[in-house]
């Protein structure tokens, strides 16, 4: 934890006479605010800014408040920095000293992601369960990934039970997709928990990560919906929760937790709470409200509700979008489908579009088909339409879903499967567009997973040359992504190739394509082993 202490001193020069100012510090990045820990009882703006008025009446003053130190320091920054202002009469702000804190990071992992698919889980359907993990160290370090869900289901404080793990090695500087299968039992809220423990340090300091399932629930602008959630006391002692709101990104929204304060609660009590929201439209935008239970200045937990639409597209569709036959054939009647799931009790009728277009980013689209589907209650399936293919290889598909009362949902994917043998990753080729009449900047971010850090990705053009620094307007270029060894004993790498260039439950590439800093588009590209096929044969006698 860290308290700051904000001094102010107020002139008596002429040019500072004003009766009132505002001090101003937000949050810092990767930090918690303590509930309860700022001057005069303020909490965070929902953009995490604290803002106190300033009587200007005394000659000085002191504003506190304080932060706890969150695990991704380590795999962003490594240091908190803070730095304060004080506004007064629209005169340019007068800003305080920076101080900065470094984080001192000897746990060499860093848990990144946390998906579930499908989402909302469905009773008695086997729903996957990935999560990213990198590993921050210069060696190689082995971790048991353990997949957990509580018998409380949903709430803070939680305990947990194991349903699933699985031990690999991160090589160094290296990030791996770990999966595990999960059978809910009932559909509805509950939460994940990932818990990480390695052989040379122990159990992660940082853990348990969580991640709260939020079911699909019927919002409805202007009336007051009620989520009501367990709360458990984990520690050895009585002791008093405070629960609070620390989030609110709803714009308008109104979010009540009761009761504030649990007194009084026995080691390993569970009682009940409710939170209390009162949205307004549009619906859908995927805001959240967060609320954490604490002990003292311990954070003991948290729960999260989003505003999700009730119908939703996945957040990757790369498992979701199905082309039939695999691979299209030309010059005859293609399907392109998607997965949808309705978890409400009721029909939904939504309408889709499908799009698609080259292997990349930033390329023209083409629209197949719109669709308006029926779906039944509580059902998952595929919704199709035709589609007529000019050309073979790969592509990229765009799908746009529109509900009444919800923002339309647009999610796109690139994906590629590569097909390799077994002595290291191959070389593919993409294309990437500027779809206006501006010259951008290009930037490249690629994100590697489950593929040894000995193969180091090159990005070249058709001549072997870096990609150029701008794109001009319209302009397509063709890149080869293409897998080289590293370096050799001399530059502390191995001078031959490990026996698996492979490791963790999948290996991908995801590519992010920026244009003067802003996202056009990404692509992903999966390693798979060599398969055989085998076609049938038709014999005519």
């Given at each position: 934890m860290i308290q700051y202490t904000i001094a102010y001193t107020v002139s008596n020069a002429s040019r500072c006479q004003n009766s009132q100012a505002k001090l101003i510090d937000s949050l810092p990045v990767?930090?918690?605010?303590?509930?309860?820990?700022?001057?005069?009882?303020?909490?965070?703006?929902?953009?995490?800014?604290?803002?106190?008025?300033v009587a200007l009446s005394a000659s000085s003053g002191t504003k506190m408040f304080s932060v706890l130190i969150s695990e991704t320091q380590c795999q962003n920054q490594g240091a908190v920095y803070n730095r304060a202002a004080l506004l007064m009469g629209g005169r340019p702000p007068l800003l305080s000293?920076?101080?900065?804190?470094?984080?001192?990071?000897?746990?060499?992992?860093?848990?990144?992601?946390?998906?579930?698919?499908?989402?909302?889980?469905?009773?008695?359907?086997?729903s996957r369960v990935s999560v990213r993990i990198k590993n921050l160290s210069t060696i190689p370090e082995p971790v048991t990934v353990s997949f957990q869900t509580s018998p409380n289901v949903?709430?803070?404080?939680?305990?947990?039970?194991?349903?699933?793990?699985?031990?690999?090695?991160?090589?160094?500087?290296?990030?791996?997709?770990?999966?595990?299968?999960?059978?809910?039992?009932?559909?509805?809220?509950?939460?994940?928990?990932?818990?990480?423990?390695?052989?040379?340090y122990g159990y992660d300091p940082h853990g348990p990560y969580q991640r709260n399932i939020d079911v699909v629930e019927d919002l409805r602008p202007g009336i007051t919906d009620t989520l009501t959630f367990k709360?458990?006391?984990?520690?050895?002692?009585?002791?008093?929760?405070?629960?609070?709101?620390?989030?609110?990104?709803?714009?308008?929204?109104?979010?009540?937790?009761?009761?504030?304060?649990?007194?009084?609660?026995?080691?390993?009590?569970?009682?009940?709470?409710?939170?209390?929201?009162?949205?307004?439209?549009?619906l859908g935008t995927e805001c959240h409200v967060v609320v954490i239970g604490w002990i003292g200045n311990r954070l003991i937990g948290y729960i999260e509700k989003v505003d999700l639409p009730l119908v939703q597209l996945p957040v990757e569709l790369r498992d979701q979008i199905v082309f039939i036959p695999d691979p299209q054939v030309i010059s005859r009647t293609n399907e392109i489908c998607v997965k949808l799931q309705n978890p409400m009790p009721v029909s939904r009728t939504v309408t889709v579009t499908f799009d698609i277009t080259g292997f990349g980013a930033g390329l023209p689209w083409?629209?197949?088909?719109?669709?308006?589907?029926?779906?039944?209650?509580?059902?998952?399936?595929?919704?199709?339409?035709?589609?007529?293919?000019?050309?073979?290889?790969?592509?990229?598909?765009?799908?746009?879903?529109?509900?009444?009362?919800?923002?339309?949902?647009?999610?796109?994917?690139?994906?590629?499967?590569?097909?390799?043998?077994?002595?290291?990753?191959?070389?593919?080729?993409?294309?990437?567009?500027?779809?206006?009449?501006?010259?951008?900047?290009?930037?490249?971010?690629?994100?590697?997973?489950?593929?040894?850090?000995?193969?180091?990705?090159?990005?070249?053009?058709?001549?072997?040359?870096?990609?150029p620094e701008t794109l001009r307007p319209y302009q397509i270029i063709e890149l080869h992504l293409c897998f080289a060894p590293a370096g050799t004993l001399a530059s502390g790498r191995p001078a031959t190739p490990p026996e698996k260039?492979?490791?963790?439950?999948?290996?991908?590439?995801?590519?992010?394509?920026l244009l003067d800093g802003a996202s056009v588009g990404s692509f992903s590209v999966e390693l798979q082993p060599l398969h055989i096929y085998f076609l049938p044969i038709s014999m005519k006698h």
């Open positions: 990767d930090t918690i605010f303590v509930s309860g820990s700022a001057s005069d009882g303020i909490t965070p703006n929902p953009d995490g800014a604290l803002v106190w008025d000293n920076e101080t900065s804190h470094a984080v001192l990071c000897g746990w060499p992992f860093a848990v990144e992601e946390i998906q579930v698919d499908p989402y909302p889980p469905i009773a008695g359907i086997r949903f709430g803070i404080g939680l305990e947990s039970l194991e349903f699933a793990a699985k031990a690999l090695i991160i090589p160094a500087n290296g990030s791996a997709i770990v999966t595990a299968d999960l059978m809910p039992a009932v559909s509805g809220h509950f939460c994940l928990f990932i818990v990480l423990q390695s052989p040379r709360v458990r006391n984990p520690t050895s002692n009585t002791a008093d929760i405070r629960l609070v709101v620390a989030a609110n990104t709803c714009p308008g929204w109104t979010a009540i937790v009761t009761p504030t304060k649990l007194l009084a609660m026995a080691p390993g009590e569970v009682r009940e709470a409710q939170l209390q929201v009162t949205p307004l439209a549009p083409t629209t197949v088909a719109t669709e308006t589907y029926h779906l039944p209650p509580n059902s998952m399936d595929l919704y199709c339409t035709a589609w007529h293919p000019t050309s073979s290889g790969h592509g990229c598909a765009r799908v746009t879903l529109k509900q009444p009362g919800y923002l339309d949902q647009v999610r796109q994917q690139n994906f590629e499967v590569i097909r390799t043998s077994p002595d290291g990753p191959p070389c593919f080729m993409v294309s990437i567009g500027n779809p206006d009449g501006v010259l951008h900047t290009l930037l490249l971010k690629p994100v590697i997973y489950g593929i040894d850090p000995y193969w180091q990705l090159r990005i070249v053009d058709v001549l072997g040359n870096p990609p260039y492979k490791f963790g439950d999948e290996s991908l590439v995801d590519v992010d394509v």
